[in-house]
């Protein structure tokens, strides 16, 4: 479904004072990830998040069309050659 677009914010500079877990999806060898929901109280605001982890080909299937950044396959499969594990936020 479309959702209305939200002028997005930078939040690297939140400094968390609270955060509430609302929910998880412990890992799953099928889906190759894991995803955590929570409430995320910073400098007077409340926010939701969904943070999710694992494999970059499992992350990249849930990425809009355009949105991963250019970097990203050629490193993720650059230090997946030299044999570091990796895995994708």
Avoid at 45 to 64: D, F, H, M, Y
């Amino acid at each position: 479904r479309n959702f209305p677009q939200q002028k997005k914010k930078d939040y690297r500079s939140l400094r968390p004072s609270r955060v509430r877990i609302l929910g998880r999806h412990h890992f799953s060898s099928a889906l190759q990830r894991m995803s955590v929901w929570a409430e995320v109280y910073a400098n007077g605001e409340t926010r939701r998040a969904a943070l999710v982890k694992g494999s970059p080909e499992a992350i990249r299937s849930l990425l809009g069309k355009g949105s991963a950044p250019a970097w990203y396959e050629s490193t993720y499969s650059s230090l997946a050659e030299s044999g570091m594990r990796i895995l994708a936020l």
